[in-house]
């Protein structure tokens, strides 16, 4: 469904920030992105709906080439892709409902927008997915008034109250804490297999990747170095990817993979130790690759 | 560089010698400017005058008090009309202004070599004549009267609400907007849902902070004839009659006043 060919990106700075990828997303498949800090994952994703311009290569969605496309037919194709961003990037001074119902900005008519005129069944949808996400009670508040973990899951509403064919995911849970993190993940990926939706997820949380998601790609300096499953990223993979690192508390255990997903919300501390001790290795090491 | 090694120990000082020498040399030239400045302003006083002056200012405050009351009736039209210079102005400035930020807003401008330094020229010259002189010109231009001080003052006014706005539009969190690009909003929907109301309450606080300096900018349009209470001030200098000069200068303290407290409140529902 989205097929992506040799795309590079080179900012006007001069940085190289995408050097010749392609990756295919199949219908209704999700993809964990990884990689050190700057390796490009954001540049990715974002060059896929344009909101940072590739400097060449062909981005298919449906076989229409997205960086081809002019202004108005570009709208009409990011309808169809939903975004959900690691701040949750929810328009702080609105509504919860107005943050949800934004999702549809790319249907409805301008003066129908500036009304909060939306269909009624726009409205109707809208409820049913705050429900979905747990915030029935929250389309009045102001978005300024949530959690971390009650932004991102309007962010996911917003995300899907657009009909998407795809889900672009920008470290949904680096602000969040592991266990919201892990309700936030499991949300997601339940959403994308409900309504058969691809998705890509860049993330940091290498454990909470392997844990919800079945294909993981690595992304080092721009290229891709890894792409397969969970299981297949061990001690070296994870050296390809993000450098010389002791990598034994990250790589799975054989036969201990499905049990931890299946036992739910009691065990969700149990992850955290393999999760903490990366992520400080990350933060350690996202200071020293900034150059 | 600020640390420096001393027998073997670092030593750290707040600057090193040269900037230290500099700043220095700063002040020494500061206080010589300001000493000559001095002395070429004295040279121009005529010091009896000054020495004389509390006796002149006792003098005039004697004539002052009491304040005339029975000129009240006389001075609330033209205090209304001041009310309505200043709030007109503000109003009309505040609808010529937004567009006019969008225009010079780096983030929002369709172009950034002609709508922008197009609309920046027209914040710097609205700025850069103070509304007393706009009035001055429009008197000669329109006539004296209301209208001329309510055009002084919006063309005063779009300058400071033009820049002040302009530049809370180019501090929003540039994240939200991206987000309703993303859902495929078009232009006019991102400026609606990504942009305005993130810069809502700096507009309603800059609009009620423009309307109160109107007010008390309003109050000397009428020395130059555009209307308003300044116009019986000036009358009243005029024929030195002092007592009624003092009961403007209460009903410009109460309107002032009034001003600040409704702004105060308006701020506060808002924001
Ligand atoms: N707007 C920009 N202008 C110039 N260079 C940029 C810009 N955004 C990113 N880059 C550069 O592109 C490279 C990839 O950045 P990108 O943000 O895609 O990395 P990332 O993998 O998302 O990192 P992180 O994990 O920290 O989010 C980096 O070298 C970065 O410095
Ligand atoms: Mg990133």
Redesign the pocket.
Known sequence: MLKIENLTKRYPTGDLALNGVSLEVAKGEVVALIGPSGAG??TLIRTINRLVEPTSGRILLNGVNLPSLGSRALRRARRTIGMIFQEFALVERLTVMENVLSGQLGYVSFWRSLIRKFPQSIIDEAFRLLERVGLEEFYDKRADALSGGQRQRVGIARALLQNPEILLV??PTASLDPKTSRQIMRLITELTSERGLGAII?IHDVPLAMLFVKRIVGLRQGEIVYDGDPDGLTSERLTDIYGEEDWTATVRKKGSDQEEEDNGEENDDDLPQAAMSLSRREAAGRQAGRK | MPTRTLNGTKVWQRRDRATQFRIWLGWLIGTAVFLYCWRIISENTEWEFVQDAHIQALDMASRMVPPRWSYTPTILRPLWDTINIATLGTVCAVAIATPVAFLAARNTTPSLLVARPLALMIVVSSRSINSLIWALMLVLIMGPGVVAGIVAITLRSIGFVGKLLYEAIEEIDERQVEAIIATGASRPQVLLYGIVPQILPAFAGISVYRWDINIRESTVLGLVGAGGIGLELQASVNILAWNQVTLIFIAILGSVVLSEWVSAKIRHAII
């Open positions: 994952k954001s920008d470290e860049n």
